[in-house]
């Protein structure tokens, strides 16, 4: 039997999220979705996941008191007691010391990144986390871009680089691996409320269950 | 100066909404959206709309016990007293006596109607409330479809007949007409919830606003 | 309460389908389907459609010895005993005496039609039926088109001239009109076989069914 | 010959146009154009081409103080002059009666209507003025949307309505007409700088020109 | 039987065919085709089309000797003999006496349309031939467009005004009419060569012909 | 000459096909197709290409008395001798003892695989599997995907893990490799019924060859 | 100063071309290209191009008395002299002794290929010979496919493989080199008479020139 | 602490720009933008980075005389001092020994590139440059392209050979990478003049400020 096999994957435990610049002002440049709401049901369905798995956070904003505005308060709702780290300049979330101790400190090496514009914020952390031996998922569908063309160039250069492009409910399912665990309520909630394919087979098939007692 | 110009746009007093059909299993056919996220977030947008704006609601569903399946459970809560007219198989919903009775009752004569699928649910009532001396407004991004080219013929067929085509956030600003007036904020709200960039923006104003005091 | 409301619309009684020019040949030059196997698959269920209402059917091929090809054989099985009417050079299927005497011998003035592609073989018998008081349905996505722009044309052409497009799924709800008719089950059977979604949800619907015996 | 054949075109003797709500806010929720630089380059297009032909404008906000934000300081500065017409809370701009009366002091009845989102505030006002008698253009490419579903629905309505739909740049010939008249160097200027492709001719032109000398 | 139902239906002998704009430099500008030789193609073929069918061709052109170019050498190929009529500054080519004399000297009703641009060169002639009584079928596959935007518009404000919208291979087929008719094999030469998989199935149909023998 | 230059090709000997969680329910969530009839169309020519080169094939599904719903009953209906190995929560199907195991015991090293979307069900294993040493072919056309986005970040960290991805129709002519070996009318077949251009042509070609006798 | 720093790019000299199975039937099955003109435009201007550069040209059919159907007469115009290699029924053209042979004869490493299809006849030979030290440049607009997603794979996996994905008027710049080299008119008159917006500059430019005298 | 983590990353004084043969006539011939001026904007963007950051410029042309046509003067305006190296015929700039050294003199490592097409100004000088030590970033959204399956092929083929591809904006913030660096006003105005949606929230955030005072 081969050993190990799951070595790779992403678990609750060997995982962390960072979560970087979805501020109000951001958001709105984001063009390679047609839809807006579907990329912000992206963002907090991959926040939640965080959360539904116990996974650390991290926040972070850069000059949020400028153009690029406050981040989104749904983001803030979701984890009241998370410290956001604010940057006054650096773009590089990996490059601000207080952003890479935060991440140091949760001594994981499997690094879940969804940011505003997979060309600058998911680019340039992805490329430094790499380069510091660690393993990066960047999540392409909760983080945006400025068009349809940046997109591709940043996903073949990271993919180039070696990160391993995700989307947010792939990693729900690589972090729940196994319908029986417990968290299997929380992650089944979040595809309930976020891929309404799913969440009309969910509310189906309880009518169905419902209906049979 | 201009008499009555204002005679012929949707107001919360003359209007009625219909939503037919919206129904967990239907929902999982519409083709025409890339992301089913979007449609139902459209949908619920709607229905919200006539709550605001305290328009009747007339909820409507074929064969439910069937593979078409329940009402999609966001519309039961958001209109708990409603009385949903279950149709044993009739699909043209004006053809039910019961329901057009119940339309008939609201008095009124400009129908708003948002339908699982433009070229059936949407399509035959429209024809036949046209017919019959109502102002048709089919709110097609509140409605799916199997196919494009579908929903391409529908859109031409109903406009040819005399349908006024409109879209939910349309629709919302059709009824509000004046933002001075009470249902302003029920209105932004939705707009808030719904429109990613509108919410984007009114985050954005609040933090300024509050940030000046 | 409203007379004839129904009156307009398409029923087993009053219809007949024209099935022109699907020939081998032709099919391979449709361009404005992604996929050939979805058009296909659309002329095929507008076929059963006919045949589960017991509506007159009349196949006709234009000069099917030549490069245009012989008659689909799909269609060729599922009317065995129809007589197909070979045309041997007119392009407008109205216009070759055969053909225009077996319509009128049906006795049915509401028409739909499908035919190879929209710009040619729909919309020149099209004209023509308009303009001899027929009430004509050119079914849009079971007729392909040599590309996107010549299909868009066709059906701005059409409408304007009166006739009212329309799609095979809608044909069949419409010609339904209530699931409690006894052609339900070959219609579902219709929808099952062509419309994926449809067919998954009744194969779901059935397991349950079973199940809960 | 005939006489007047000219009679139904644009002309800068009998026409005004109206900008309305190309505000700051409301510019971000444009979501048709996948390029939001191509929208505003439009927008921008057509404010100079009114400038260009003389014509008297009308422009207006709607809330500016709120979300919506101000006006875009490109519009501001095309038009320093300009009195802007704030509206505080009423979205048809024709309903609003010092616009209604700005636009009755120009005495004229050919209306080119741009503004921020075609299913709002293009659609209702472009409503009421054929409703009173006025000829109306609206510009679809000066004129975003929340989506290409709401788009279309809003282009089909007006069009039924009686509306002209047309675009920037037609706008431009038909107001020119004949490239002797000594508004072409004007018109040419817009062309050369926001329709890339002929300034890129104009360009080559030039230089082919003076290598000749 | 009916009579007369052919009446609408353009003929070699009712119509004409108008080709404008197309000059080398205003080629360049169409961007609602991704391949600009797909246009090329399609605005040869119709070309042919004329010669094929004998009916009469009027080429013009607008100022010439600047920015938009020369006339198409392959145009000038064909029609050797052709008067191109050179207008120094006109953009509705009806307005131009020349050219509406040349229209009005063949004495026909029925007018076929190719231009450069939908919005300009087509739309303007198109409106202003059908206020004078003109049958017109504005070719949309032989004419571009600044933007798909730019060509939907159009499209909707000409169908609005009663032109028919049609594209190159159709008007082959209603010109066509019957394939026993003698003009069938340089229709058919025509499609051979501008109709890739049209010519495919006759080149195959040959080859299996050859192989009887 | 070249040695076993064919070494690293597909064949009916080396070969396995994995068919994963090809579920009622979860079918409904593949939204990367345009036509969900496509996706169904390759899922079955993928499964009757197995049987057609006799290759061992592994079936599985996933909870499936819950929401995701049954197998696809056409798979069953193909193999109905055929295990399904029903997995009851884990998600990566080579985590589970029986599957990988089954797996092990075809001897097999290099597994063609197809699940029902492609950022879970094929990525998944599809890594486990290279990680042991297989040589694996994710069929992305015979896979779904909740989105665009989700499908292209899954083949891109799948070709960068080393996975050669593939396609339905590839995978047959892999396989078949010289038209003259016996599975040629087997395979033939599967073209003729899902490839519908090369139904057209066999037909075609059956018509011509019979005509010729 | 680098040496030989051009030694990785295609030459004259170093290169050979394949083409394989343009076939009249398998030319109609492709569907990744909206334009099947664009498509054959494509492979005749590819064609052309060896022989503007006088580069050793293979040509080969799969079993072209069937469906496939007989080589574009096209190509067989372009080369009459040569010997076009017939396979009786081996898929991938390597693999066929006569193939390969001739491929040797030609002592050249460099081996530009376009085919039919994408994932199935460039494909499988771009393996081969890449295993057995060729230099391969499939050029994808040249090569169709079956679907997008069909060409999608076969570009990830040749990419993956070591191929060097090309286009056909890349290759040309890369052959050509330098415009002052002798084949420069041949080479622009493929590019005139195949890159629409080249031919319509180099007539602009033809114009001007000769205008100067 | 990680040491270095930054020295991959693009500095102002570790790169030079490259911009090539965006000259008039070529420019036309880009088709993968939908809008031509959406290419124009991002060429002018990147033109004006290297400016700000105050990063060498090395602009280069190609047979300038002929069709290719001049240097497109928004380029020469911006460098009115730079020397333009005129290639009389070689394709491949860095192998032009003028261009070359332009190059070395600068002693930089890191090549940023925009050239008119992807598929032969960019691949090629990029190949020889990544042959010969330096590391290049192919601005994708800066160059254009003859057709996307080219763009997408350049795009893979540069990929695998190890160039870094890169987009405008990502580029602007590469080089800035903390905004309390000096650049950062003359940074943030590209962003306002170029990326539509920043200015908008430029404008908005001095609205609000100046509000405030």
Chains 1, 2, 3, 4, 5, 6, 7, 8 share one sequence.
């Not at 996974?55 to 007691?81: A, K, R």
């Not at 604010?86 to 991440?103: D, T």
Request: glycine share 6%; charged share 20%.
């Amino acid at each position: 039997m081969p050993k190990n096999f799951k070595s790779e994957f992403l678990s609750p435990e060997n995982s962390v999220l960072l979560l970087v610049d979805h501020q109000l002002g951001l958001m709105q440049g984001v063009r390679d979705f047609r839809s807006l709401e579907e990329y912000k049901n992206n963002v907090i369905a991959l926040a939640k996941t965080a959360k539904a798995f116990n996974i650390p956070v991290i926040l972070s904003t850069s000059v949020d008191t400028g153009p690029n505005g406050f981040l989104m308060p749904e983001l803030e709702e979701l984890f009241p007691d998370a410290q956001v780290i604010r940057r006054p300049g650096v773009i590089n979330a990996y490059e601000w010391p207080e952003f890479r101790e935060a991440l140091e400190k949760t001594g994981r090496k499997k690094v879940i990144i969804g940011a505003v514009t997979l060309e600058t914020c998911v680019l340039f952390p992805t490329l430094s986390m790499l380069q510091n031996g660690y393993d990066v998922y960047p999540v392409v569908d909760a983080s945006g871009s400025w068009s349809e063309m940046a997109a591709e160039a940043a996903m073949l250069r990271m993919t180039q680089a070696g990160a391993k492009l995700t989307s947010w409910a792939s990693v729900v399912a690589e972090l729940q691996a196994d319908w029986r665990k417990p968290t299997a309520a929380a992650a089944a909630q979040i595809f309930h409320d976020h891929l309404a394919s799913y969440g009309f087979l969910m509310d189906t098939h309880q009518n169905y269950a419902s209906d049979r007692k």
